[in-house]
């Protein structure tokens, strides 16, 4: 009786799309709105530059096509966990078997724009298909949307698999390492391709990206009709197995013991030391690093990353990024730390009801994070330096090491008491245990910012070294020091006065403020660029501009990928201008039209 009361798959399809497209419409609010917009706009951009690929360099249509797979297998994991708007959990409850809730599931997945930009991507695939015929333009459209279904079946089961894999702290730390590593191949992967270059190489490459899912659609258009028509097929087949495969995924998920950190232990609990004040709340902080599975994913794949990229490099021989891979860690470590509070939901109550425990509650997180970090980061310095035979850079890692540790444990508390980003209480987040349930977009955000903080806070002593080198030891230990007490002291006062207020945030979301203006009461045309120059602004100001310029001062000989020691001498610097001048221009457009739409707006209602 009970399946007669549920609605068929296409009906039951019908309903998780209304619902997907509805939670779309409803969050589509202030800086939400203006990323999906932004997003959306450089998705055509890189889908349209896709069908030019197509029709003027065919060769390499199948790798960028892979590219685009890449993106939707690690993109859910950079995301934690992928985002998902429709849990499976909701609807455990249906009369249904897995089959057609996975079936509707996906009908929702592709309620959405990834898809749709995708999609255009793909019509690359008929417009390669334009140079065999009518044949090829008809093979090309409907391996065009089998390549989507693909590539939406491969992220979903990525992200099941990772749900029902990671339930212990060896597996979130490889899915940490793994992420890691694929974040500093997509920086610096060309390194490696470099080094061993060959015909070889470039002849396996090319049958790679058609072995390929992504590559099957030219796989089939440049085959014969028979041939063409067996791919197809068994594309079709593979996606049957995906769906299949993910069907039983979520059933899993849903009648397992979904949990967001590690089981309990087994036997009694062994309590914590008997002592008081900064020391009791950083015992208890040191256990909530290594309990939590989605701090120590994020915590891995920020060593993981630190170590990869100087490798990658050294395989061209460039070892100039060795001796600070410890200096990278800690910036690392701090950006996936930035939310202490909101990863740990509504228990900030228990510090609230405690008098005079706020001081001991931040310095105790400080201190926690410095015991985590600091060892590690200090070890990967010393032997990086040791190893590379860099011996100038000695007084640079010695100066900055305390530098960078003293202004990320000042900066992440203090960001996390003014930036707080609410999330769901550990004890019920959903089946993916690298989900926390915050707002993917403002916790990325929220890491950006702390990626050009930390390193600001260690400016003083990079001047002092370069006055002086030496000097710079002294100045990093004095700074380091400041920033940890003087951002832990700001962090301290403001919980002690905001407290409440934080604690209903993460109870309850930001209130609504439908009078204060925000960026998606912009022009369009100004939403997409202050989106879009937030974005890309530290492209031109950092790696294209400062990079290069302290290699110059330094006299290092290395080009890299620094478009101006590319060039002939007399542009070089010229060039490290503009890219300083054209990123912080970006940078005071995102700024200045906010602020300017504000000022209008006061001096309306005044």
Not at 150 to 174: D, E, K, N, Q
Request: proline share 7%; with cysteine.
């Amino acid at each position: 009786m009970a399946h007669l009361l549920t609605p068929g798959t296409a009906a039951l399809a019908q309903h998780m799309i209304r619902m997907r497209l509805a939670l779309m419409r409803n969050s589509l609010r202030g800086d939400n709105a203006s990323n999906l917009y932004a997003g959306v706009s450089l998705g055509l951009i890189l889908a349209f530059a896709t069908i030019a690929v197509a029709a003027l360099w065919p060769a390499y249509l199948p790798l960028t096509l892979a590219v685009w797979l890449s993106g939707w297998i690690f993109g859910p994991i950079f995301i934690g966990g992928g985002g998902e708007a429709l849990r499976p959990e909701y609807f455990s409850t249906l009369p249904a078997t897995p089959g057609r809730i996975a079936a509707a599931l996906l009908a929702g997945a592709f309620a959405g724009p990834a898809p749709a930009v995708n999609l255009i991507a793909l019509l690359s695939l008929p417009v390669y298909g334009w140079r065999f015929g009518p044949a090829g333009v008809l093979i090309g459209l409907v391996a065009a949307v089998a390549t989507l279904v693909t590539m939406v079946m491969i992220s979903r089961v990525v992200v099941a698999l990772i749900g029902l894999f990671v339930r212990s702290r060896a597996t979130a730390a490889a899915v940490g390492i793994v992420t890691g590593t694929a974040i500093a191949l997509c920086g610096n992967g060309w390194a490696p391709a470099v080094a061993v270059g060959g015909a070889d190489t470039a002849a396996w490459s090319r049958i790679l990206v058609r072995v390929l899912p992504s590559g099957w659609g030219v796989a089939a258009v440049e085959a014969p009709w028979p041939l063409a028509l067996a791919v197809l097929a068994a594309d079709a087949g593979v996606i049957a197995l995906l769906l299949a495969a993910w069907a039983g995924l979520l059933s899993r998920r849903v009648v397992s013991a979904a949990r967001g950190g590690v089981p309990p232990r087994r036997g009694t609990p062994r309590p914590l030391p008997a002592v008081g004040g900064a020391r009791i709340a950083a015992a208890k902080e040191l256990r909530v690093w290594w309990r939590d599975l989605v701090r120590i994913q994020l915590l891995a794949t920020a060593f993981s990353y630190a170590v990869v990229t100087p490798l990658l490099l050294v395989t061209i021989d460039v070892w100039i990024m060795v001796p600070f891979t410890g200096l990278i860690a800690i910036v690392m470590a701090a950006a996936s730390s930035a939310n202490l509070y909101g990863s740990d939901g509504t228990a900030l109550w228990l510090t609230l009801m405690t008098p005079g425990a706020e001081r001991a509650d931040v310095r105790g997180r400080q201190l926690a994070w410095l015991l985590v970090v600091g060892p590690a980061a200090v070890l990967l310095s010393l032997t990086g330096t040791l190893v590379s035979g860099q011996s100038w850079a000695w007084p640079w890692v010695l100066g900055l090491l305390p530098a960078l540790l003293g202004g990320g444990a000042g900066v992440i508390v203090m960001l996390a008491v003014t930036s707080l980003v609410p999330g769901t209480d550990p004890h019920k987040r959903g089946g993916n245990p690298l989900s926390t349930g915050a707002d993917e977009t403002a916790e990325t955000g929220l890491a950006w910012l702390v990626l050009v903080t930390v390193p600001a806070t260690a400016l003083p002593a990079a001047g002092a070294t370069l006055l002086a080198p030496w000097a710079g030891i002294a100045t990093g230990v004095l700074t380091g020091a400041l920033g940890a007490w003087g951002l832990g002291r700001i962090a301290c006062r403001r919980l002690e006065s905001h407290g409440i207020d934080l604690l209903n945030l993460m109870k309850y979301g930001p209130p609504p403020q439908a009078d204060e203006p925000t960026t998606a009461d912009l022009p369009i045309r100004h939403r997409i660029g202050v989106t879009v120059c937030y974005t890309v602004a530290w492209l031109p100001l950092f790696p294209q501009g400062l990079a290069p310029m302290f290699m110059k001062i330094f006299g290092v000989e290395d080009r890299v990928w620094f478009l101006a020691l590319h060039l002939p001498p007399i542009w070089q610097w010229p060039t490290i201008i503009f890219m300083i001048a054209l990123g912080l221009l970006m940078y005071g457009y995102a700024v200045l039209i906010p602020m300017r739409l504000s000022s209008s707006s006061s001096a309306t209602t005044g």
